[in-house]
C-alpha cells in the first residue's frame, strides 16, 4: 500500500522566516497531494492541495511544489507569523478509483516571536 | 452550513461498553471517512464510505463498525470498548474523494 514519510517532526523558525516540510510516498501512480493544518484541539484544515500534473502551486504565503520524478512534495511557508504555530500533515492519494488519503505522521512547527 | 459537526464532543467509557459516535455532514457529499487519532502520530483510516449504502474498512478496522442508511451521516458503532480504542476520532467528508473536510472530532477514553 501507499506510504507516506514526513520531515521534520518538529520545527522551530524565528517570525518572520521561511518553513519547509517535506513529504515522499512510495507509489508513484499517486495523483493528489494536500496539505492539512491542526491546531490545537481541532480537526485538521485543508490549507492547500496539488494534482500530479502541477509542479507548483502558490496561495498568498504558502506554496506547494512537487517532484513526481524523485516522489516526494514540499509544503513552503513564508514570512512566518505566531499564528501558523500548528502540526501539519501531508497526504496522498493512490490513483485508479482509491478514494483514500495515506497521511505523514505531522511537522508540529512552532514561530518563535 | 455547519459542515461536519461530530457527537459527543468527550466521552469516557469502561472497558467492554458499547458506543456510537454520530457524524453528519449538511454538504451533500457522497464520501465520508473515519479516522483516529493516537497521541503525537497521524491519522488512521477506520472505515470509510463512497455513498449511502457503500462501506469499506480502511487501515484499522478491527473493533469498529459503521453504517450509511444516508448521505448526511455515517455512525461508528464500537463494541466491547479497550484501553487500546482510547484515542481522538474525527469524522470527514469529502465531495469526490479528493479534499477532505474534517469534524471537530471525538476525544474518548477506555477506562
Known amino acids: 500500500g501507499e506510504n507516506v514519510e514526513q520531515h521534520p517532526s518538529t520545527l522551530s523558525v524565528q517570525e518572520g522566516d521561511s518553513a519547509v516540510i517535506k513529504c515522499t510516498y512510495s507509489?508513484?501512480?499517486?495523483?493528489?497531494f494536500p496539505w492539512y493544518k491542526q491546531e490545537l484541539g481541532k480537526g485538521p484544515q485543508l490549507i492547500i492541495d496539488?494534482?500530479?500534473?502541477?509542479g507548483e502551486k502558490k496561495d498568498q504565503r504558502i506554496a506547494v511544489t512537487l517532484n513526481k520524478t524523485a516522489k516526494h512534495f514540499s509544503l513552503h511557508i513564508t514570512e512566518t507569523q505566531p499564528e501558523d504555530s500548528a502540526v501539519y500533515f501531508c497526504a496522498a492519494r493512490f490513483n485508479f478509483g482509491n478514494e483514500k488519503l495515506t497521511f505523514g505522521t505531522g511537522t508540529r512547527l512552532t514561530i518563535i516571536p | 452550513n455547519a459542515g461536519v459537526t461530530q457527537t459527543p464532543k468527550f466521552r469516557i467509557l469502561k472497558i467492554g461498553q458499547s458506543m456510537t459516535l454520530q457524524c453528519t455532514q449538511d454538504m451533500n457529499h457522497n464520501y465520508m471517512y473515519w479516522y483516529r487519532q493516537d497521541p503525537g502520530m497521524g491519522l488512521k483510516l477506520i472505515y470509510y464510505?463512497?455513498?449511502?449504502?457503500?462501506?469499506d474498512k480502511g487501515e484499522v478496522p478491527n473493533g469498529y463498525n459503521v453504517s450509511r442508511s444516508t448521505t448526511e451521516d455515517f455512525p461508528l458503532r464500537l463494541e466491547l470498548a479497550a484501553p487500546s480504542q482510547t484515542s481522538v476520532y474525527f469524522c470527514?467528508?469529502?465531495?469526490?474523494?479528493?479534499?477532505?473536510?474534517f469534524g471537530p472530532g471525538t476525544r474518548l477514553t477506555v477506562t
Open positions: 496539488i494534482r500530479s500534473n502541477v
Open positions: 507509489d508513484s501512480a499517486s495523483n493528489y
Open positions: 470527514a467528508s469529502s465531495p469526490e474523494g479528493y479534499e477532505q473536510y
Open positions: 464510505s463512497v455513498g449511502a449504502g457503500i462501506t
